[in-house]
T-cell receptor, first 112, second 112 residues
Framework: SQQGEEDPQALSIQEGENATMNCSYK?????LQWYRQNSGRGLVHLIL?????REKHSGRLRVTLDTSKKSSSLLITASRAADTASYFC????????????FGSGTRLLVRP | DVKVTQSSRYLVKRTGEKVFLECVQD?????MFWYRQDPGLGLRLIYF???????EKGDIPEGYSVSREKKERFSLILESASTNQTSMYLC???????????FGQGTRLTVV
């Protein structure tokens, strides 16, 4: 049972352009997290946004959260080839706050 | 820095073998997770443990069991490995709150 679904599944952009990825989820949440995964490696946490926040920034990352639409977006500005990775959103599963449920991810390719 | 270590990066096992995947974390985290990752399916939760000797099934527990005898170690057991369990397995840990999860580097298991 997937809680979050990312869109698009794959994204290819030129270096220097902005990349936007979206995440939709099904149930009420108290926070949403974004992770990055380089090919064949484990995931690394990028940013956490709480349900009472609408926007959050971290370096070149900007995350928004719209709880009325049950959606979030991750914007990477001025992308670099090193940003090439898969990006996942994750939400706690409301029947058990211990569970962290991930979406299927967006594969981002940044062309030099 | 938090470190989550999985015992193997790559593993090849035969059908019917009993397989143990080990995960150790060094930050005294109560929560630990096992996910499997397959192309197009994202991360799916197999089992998680919210404390020593406490466990709960995730979305796809069939064919797997887990053991958490010590706080730092969470083992995933494939009772009788099958080819459809060929996958990337990811272990994660975190404190029991709305915080980030820390992932190991992953174990790519091939069952032949």
């Amino acid at each position: 049972s997937q809680q979050g679904e990312e869109d698009p599944q794959a994204l290819s952009i030129q270096e220097g352009e902005n990349a936007t990825m979206n995440c939709s989820y099904k149930t009420s949440i108290n926070n949403l997290q974004w992770y990055r995964q380089n090919s064949g490696r484990g995931l690394v946490h990028l940013i956490l946004i709480r349900s009472n926040e609408r926007e959050k920034h971290s370096g070149r990352l900007r995350v928004t959260l719209d709880t009325s639409k049950k959606s979030s977006s991750l914007l990477i500005t001025a992308s670099r080839a090193a940003d090439t990775a898969s990006y996942f959103c994750a939400t706690p599963w409301m029947d058990s706050s211990y569970k962290l449920i991930f979406g299927s991810g967006t594969r981002l390719l940044v062309r030099p | 820095d938090v470190k989550v270590t999985q015992s193997s990066r790559y593993l090849v096992k035969r059908t019917g073998e009993k397989v143990f995947l080990e995960c150790v974390q060094d930050m005294d985290h109560e929560n630990m997770f096992w996910y499997r990752q397959d192309p197009g399916l994202g991360l799916r939760l197999i089992y998680f443990s919210y404390d020593v000797k406490m466990k709960e099934k995730g979305d796809i527990p069939e064919g797997y069991s887990v053991s958490r005898e010590k706080k730092e170690r969470f083992s995933l057991i494939l009772e009788s490995a099958s080819t459809n369990q060929t996958s990337m397995y990811l272990c994660a840990s975190r404190v029991p709150a709305d915080t980030e999860a820390f992932f190991g580097q992953g174990t790519r298991l091939t069952v032949v």
